[in-house]
């Protein structure tokens, strides 16, 4: 278990964080969600000990020290920059980060073989990173991070700059990772990465967490109304009663708590479309009726 | 220390793929140390003239025209001494490069050979480490020896009357009679080969052509065998450096230690900007492991290098290893000097640039100050004060004094303190500042 409590932590005159308190069980997978600089990264350090917070606490699993050799152990950390020796090869970069956790012998060995399995680089274990893509580049960072076999994982922004199929191979394995009952701490301004990946999600903007919940409820108390878009086959008659704001005779707008169920009873009093679209409230639609932004304004 | 160990292997083998990084470290320090000793000239005793010490004994007139024919040789600076032991002691000290010791033991008669007399002894005493003056000097003692022959043998005059004594000393040598009978036969014909000879010079006085004709075929003439040449080895104890390679050697090893705080220096900013050291933060390990081990590494690189030149400079450019403990000794405390300095110049700047540039700067001052440009034998007293502000002299010394300035552990312990002093003032500031910074 993981227990932030009114974490801290300022940069001259900037406070990056903002008294932030959360909790995240084990087996969770929790979401940081927030634009740049919305302090996500800055939690994540203070949470894993890189940075001294200015007030707060930070215990894992009741340890109030984070630095502690023995909390270290426990935790992996995929930071938002590569942190990995290009002109090592991958297995040198995995088995280098193996032995600073203590790994030896045949169980480094075999953690290493198992890391570069799930993060699909086996065939390139002896290229240097240098030579690796963005993607792949990516993937050895994680890889260098899960080496010891830590039972909490924290990722911050996995996925920055990776192309559409190393984000998929990340996507798939870290959700192998949930299977296995990790702890795992995830921030993005991606939100259909924490929409897909995360239990619960806080958002966070300023330095504040602006909501925690599961990404349901999330969407339930500041998601808003689905907005139904369509194209009508022929005006509707006079005697028609229809919802919602008609232009040009046949452009349909409807915004609806239970869009389906409003779409269905329309059809069985007649109307017809040509084209017809329902878009559900998001995380990007909670941002937006949070602060008035858009996630990636 | 499993971790720091992990760390500096990490380090080393970061070192050996950066093969421009490994040339600053290894070859550059390598180059600097020959340039520098053969724009110095490579030997002590200056290109234009060898120091001999001339000891002769017994027949005076062959002992004077020995020294004379070798005197002509203009590359050798000839001084007569009295004795050997004195000759001894100054090729041991270094004043002279070496020494020959020339003994007639004859009565001066150059057909006395033939009645199984010695011929001249000659001894050269010399370091052997000279291998070059050695050949060089066994050439001239050869030419000297055998152009005294050869001007005892064109004496016509003389030679006949030396042959007319040997033949009535004939009657009273210790030799048997068939003996005496072949060797007054010899020398009867030789008698009037020579007769024949002074003859023939009567008549041609005036036609020199013909006297030089006769003197090149006696140049080509040669019965007596080698000359009799022994070398001694007599191993320099001198507080002066053998050639200028024990001088630019240990500037070499300045460098080296440089190149390695150098790179190290920059590869401690290099892992904050490309975000390693974060990861190595996040590792079950304390700071003082990551610095340690990266000290660790600048140490091993900077052992090794400075090893593998010192052997260079050993087996091929003939340095000496001096006291080899003393010598150990001075290569640890200037590399813990040079790991400290690197722990100080890396936390300079934020960046690589900023390291890089200010790293240089302050290497190419001490270097210039402390004797790794310029010989430290060779700075003007000024110099030498400024210098003392300066690690690379505190090294420069602590090596020499090992190698050839015949250092005890006494005078070991100023320089081997300074240095230690100000390794771990370096270390400790390095340290502060990173430790500072990362908060």
């Not at chain 2, 000759?87 to 009565?107: I, N």
Request: with cysteine; glycine share 10%.
């Amino acid at each position: 278990m993981i227990s932030v409590r009114e974490l801290k932590k300022t940069f001259g005159n900037i406070t990056a964080v903002d008294r932030i308190s959360f909790e995240i069980a084990k087996g969770e997978v929790f979401g940081l969600l927030g634009p740049n600089g919305a302090g996500k990264t800055t939690t994540i350090m203070m949470l894993v000990g890189a940075l001294r917070p200015d007030s707060g606490s930070v215990a894992i699993d009741g340890q109030p020290d984070p630095t502690r050799p023995d909390v270290r152990r426990r935790i992996g950390t995929t930071p938002q920059a590569l942190a990995i020796y290009e002109e090592l090869t991958a297995e040198e970069n995995i088995r280098f980060f193996g032995k600073l956790f203590g790994l030896s012998g045949s169980r480094l060995k075999e953690r290493t073989e198992f890391v570069l399995d799930l993060v699909g680089l086996t065939d390139r274990r002896k290229s240097k990173a240098a030579e690796y893509s963005g993607g792949m580049k990516r993937r050895l960072n994680m890889a260098c991070s899960m080496v010891h076999d830590p039972s909490i994982l924290l990722f911050d922004e996995p996925t920055v700059g990776v192309d559409p199929q190393s984000r998929n191979l990340i996507f798939d394995k870290i959700e192998e990772l949930k299977v296995d009952s990790r702890t795992i701490i995830y921030t993005t301004h991606y939100m259909e990465e924490a929409q897909r990946l995360c239990n619960r999600v806080a958002i966070v903007d300023h330095g504040r967490i602006l909501d925690i919940g599961t990404v349901d409820d999330l969407i339930g108390h500041h998601g808003g109304k689905s907005v139904i878009t369509g194209i009508l086959v022929e005006p509707p008659s006079r005697e028609t009663n229809l919802p919602g704001t008609l232009t040009d005779q046949t452009q349909w707008r409807l915004e609806s708590d239970h869009p389906i169920e409003d779409v269905a009873r329309l059809t069985n009093d007649g109307l017809k479309f040509t084209s017809l679209k329902i878009d559900r409230p998001d995380l990007e639609s909670v941002f937006l009726n949070l602060t008035g932004r858009r996630l990636r304004d | 220390m499993g971790a720091m160990i992990t760390l500096a292997a990490k380090d080393l083998l970061l070192l050996l793929r950066d093969k421009f990084g490994l040339f600053w470290v290894a070859g550059f320090p390598l180059v600097m140390a020959l340039m520098f000793g053969s724009i110095f000239g490579g030997g002590s005793g200056g290109a234009g003239s060898m120091k001999i010490a001339f000891i002769g004994e017994g027949n005076e007139q062959s002992v004077q025209g020995f020294l004379a024919e070798l005197s002509k040789a203009e590359v050798l600076d000839i001084l007569p001494v009295f004795s050997l032991d004195s000759a001894r002691e100054q090729v041991m000290k270094g004043r002279y490069t070496a020494y020959v010791h020339y003994v007639d033991s004859s009565d001066g008669n150059i057909y006395s050979m033939f009645a199984g007399e010695a011929r001249p002894t000659i001894q050269v005493g010399i370091d052997p480490s000279r291998k070059a003056e050695r050949g060089y000097l066994q050439g001239l003692v050869n030419q000297a020896y055998f152009m005294r022959l050869q001007q005892q043998m064109t004496d016509v005059s003389g030679s006949r009357k030396a042959l007319s004594e040997q033949l009535s000393s004939l009657d009273t040598a210790d030799m048997n009679t068939q003996d005496r009978r072949l060797l007054g036969d010899l020398l009867g014909s030789l008698d009037h080969f020579l007769s024949q000879v002074q003859r023939a010079d009567s008549a041609a006085t005036a036609d020199t052509a013909s006297g030089d004709s006769s003197a090149t075929s006696a140049q080509d003439f040669s019965p007596f065998g080698g000359t009799n040449i022994e070398f001694v080895d007599v191993a320099r104890k001198t507080n002066h450096p053998r050639s200028m390679f024990e001088i630019t050697f240990p500037q070499g090893i300045q460098w080296a230690l440089i190149g390695c705080a150098a790179a190290f220096s920059l590869s401690i900013v290099t892992e904050r900007t490309r975000g390693t050291y974060l990861r190595l933060r996040l590792a079950p390990i304390r700071r003082w492991q990551i610095l340690g081990g990266k000290g660790l590494a600048c140490f091993a690189a900077c052992l090794v290098t400075l090893s593998i030149l010192m052997l260079l400079g050993h087996f091929i450019f003939g340095v000496r290893l001096g006291d080899p403990w003393l010598l150990l000794v001075a290569i640890l405390a200037s590399s813990f000097c040079f790991v400290g300095i690197m722990m100080f110049v890396s936390v300079i700047g934020r960046t690589e640039q900023a390291v890089g540039g200010a790293g240089w700067a302050i290497f190419l001052i001490m270097a210039m100050a402390g004797g790794g440009m310029v010989p430290v034998v060779m700075m003007p007293s000024w110099m030498l004060a400024i210098g003392s502000f300066s690690p690379v002299k505190w090294s420069v010394l602590a090596i020499e004094g090992a190698i050839w300035r015949g250092f005890a552990p006494a005078d070991m312990l100023q320089p081997v303190f300074i240095l230690c002093a100000v390794g771990l003032v370096g270390f400790i500031i390095g340290t502060m500042i990173l430790a500072r910074r990362d908060r």
